[in-house]
């Protein structure tokens, strides 16, 4: 009806030219550019500035939002609504000021979230985001037969909203089932059926097959690591001498030694004598309360007795397998005494 009595006004004063429908057309353009140029505009504002009336501003207004040329705001300033283009969304929320205080708590929370679940706001929120249509789109999210409702942010894409949402609902997604992850059950299926069938097998076998495959099991014994001993310990031991059951008169060191056995009752034999004057080695038989103990007896005229004495000495205990008496004329150094007391509890030292 408007567009009609204003296509009659133009008409009244039309030539043979048809200047007036050039000129409706022109109008509407300067209306479209003014609004693309200062948009969001009030339609009071875009009247002044066609100096034209109200009514065939607005008729030109609505003809360009029904051609969705222009769009309008659902939010009201002094009960009208604003005119903007595509890409002056942004600038509608200069609009928060006109909402109530519910709906700018709303607004507030939703450009912050992005995204909010309708089920889990207050009633007043709820409300307030289905008031503010300009900057909540309502979005139905159906999973498992259900619906739910979502407010998006208006200026929020698709694309970002998407993973928001399957946060909220501890969605996760099927991923496709790899060829070689199938091959890897399927391997790990048969040995477990292995491992079932040997469970099955060893309950149905008879205890007596059961112990006979436990005796005929080759027993491991573990070696027992002997300390390492150097170098020229080893070629010294291995140099032949000849043994026999008299102490050397002529060597004062075993003399001595000889003298300390005889007054303590203990017996030397196979003395072997390593350097004149300082080490010689035998059995001795030491009395006890329950008859003699045989030790392997190593004697040593030093200042100081090491930790590689005490190695070279356990390394013979473990050959002869006999325990060992170090007869000594030294000191035991502290770095020995502490392997003594932890690792060589088999060796007993004796300082004359």
Known sequence: MINTNLNQRFNQNQNSTGQPVNQIVMIKEKALQIVRTRGP?????????????????SALL??????????????????????????????????????????????????????LRD???????????????????????????????????????DQEVEP?????????????????????????????????????????MPIEQKVKEEISKPIKIKKESIPRVKKEKIIQEQLPSATNNTIDDSDPFMVKVGSYFRQNNIELSDIKQIRRDSDFEGIVKIPSAVGSINYFCRAKNKQKITESDLSMLYAQSQMKKMPILLVT?????????N?????????TIKTI
């Open 41 to 57: 505009l009030l339609p009071v504002q875009i009247t002044k500035e066609l100096g034209t009336n109200v009514m065939m501003a």
């Open 62 to 115: 609505s003809e360009l939002v029904d051609k969705k040329t222009v769009k309008l705001s659902n939010t009201k300033i002094g009960g009208s609504p604003l005119y903007y283009v595509t890409g002056q969304e942004p600038k509608l929320q200069s609009l928060r000021d006109k909402l109530n205080d519910k709906q700018q708590r709303a607004f507030d929370m939703l450009k912050r979230d992005k995204i």
């Open 119 to 157: 089920a889990e706001q207050e009633p007043v929120i709820r409300l307030a985001l289905r008031d503010i249509k300009d900057f909540a789109h309502q979005l139905n999210v159906t999973l498992d037969s259900r619906t739910e409702i979502f407010w998006k942010w208006y200026l929020t894409s």
């Open 164 to 204: 928001l949402i399957k946060q909220k609902l501890n969605f996760k997604e099927k991923k496709e089932t790899k060829k070689d992850d199938v091959e890897s059950n399927l391997r790990e299926i048969e040995e477990n059926l292995k491992r079932l069938e040997e469970q099955k097998r060893d309950l149905a």
């Open 329 to 337: 004329t030294g000191e035991v150094t502290k770095k020995a005494q």
């Open 339 to 347: 392997l003594l007391n932890k690792e060589f509890k088999n060796i």
